[in-house]
T-cell receptor
Framework: DQQVKQNSPSLSVQEGRISILNCDYT??????FLWYKKYPAEGPTFLIS?????DKNEDGRFTVFLNKSAKHLSLHIVPSQPGDSAVYFC????????????FGQGTELSVKP | NAGVMQNPRHLVRRRGQEARLRCSPM?????VYWYRQLPEEGLKFMVY????????ESGMPKERFSAEFPKEGPSILRIQQVVRGDSAAYFC??????????FGSGTQLSVL
């Protein structure tokens, strides 16, 4: 029962262009969403988050959009840089369940120079 | 400026042996979480602990796995009588009680 789904295992983008990573969820009780970035042999690093009361959150080159009616969120990176190449995980949480994050399977982003 | 520290980074065990994975949370954090990542999959929640207490162990296998977070010292994830299917990357994370988790670099467990 995959409650958080990232249907694209990989994405390749040219440097300077926009990267759009997508995430779908099924549990309407999720009220907080996070994106983590992971390099090989390292732990996930927090990138950006959004509460379900918002539909957009922006931090520098990173913007997360939330569409609650569609149960869909996306991470936009613009402009993309080669250092952004990593695996990106979408995660969701029900607020009364502490740090029990439910992760998607990840999308491997490759930014070509 | 120490983050979440996990050791060892790599652990090799033969079937039937015990594996002990250690995690020291970030300074000031009293909430610890263990996650497991199998090959080609996302991270799966295992257990949530807060000093000396297990808060949520709904993701822990019912047998052979246990976790503790003593008053003094690191959190320990213990796997008894390991089997090949236990081979995975085990990540520890900590927080100060909010949703933002900080992860360690993980322990890669290989069972021969």
């Amino acid at each position: 029962d995959q409650q958080v789904k990232q249907n694209s295992p990989s994405l390749s983008v040219q440097e300077g262009r926009i990267s759009i990573l997508n995430c779908d969820y099924t549990n309407s009780m999720f009220d907080y969403f996070l994106w983590y970035k992971k390099y090989p042999a390292e732990g996930p690093t927090f990138l950006i988050s959004i509460s379900s009361i918002k539909d957009k959150n922006e931090d520098g080159r990173f913007t997360v959009f939330l569409n609650k009616s569609a149960k869909h969120l996306s991470l936009h990176i613009v402009p993309s840089q080669p250092g952004d190449s990593a695996v990106y995980f979408c995660a969701a949480i029900v607020n009364n369940q502490g740090g029990k994050l439910i992760f998607g399977q990840g999308t491997e982003l490759s930014v070509k120079p | 400026n120490a983050g979440v520290m996990q050791n060892p980074r790599h652990l090799v065990r033969r079937r039937g042996q015990e594996a002990r994975l250690r995690c020291s949370p970030m300074k000031g954090h009293s909430h610890v979480y263990w996650y497991r990542q199998l090959p080609e999959e996302g991270l799966k929640f295992m257990v949530y602990l807060q000093k000396e207490n297990i808060i949520d162990e709904s993701g822990m296998p019912k047998e052979r796995f246990s976790a503790e977070f003593p008053k003094e010292g690191p959190s320990i994830l213990r796997i008894q009588q390991v089997v090949r299917g236990d081979s995975a990357a085990y990540f520890c994370a900590s927080s100060n009680g909010n949703e933002k988790l900080f992860f360690g670099s993980g322990t890669q467990l290989s069972v021969l």
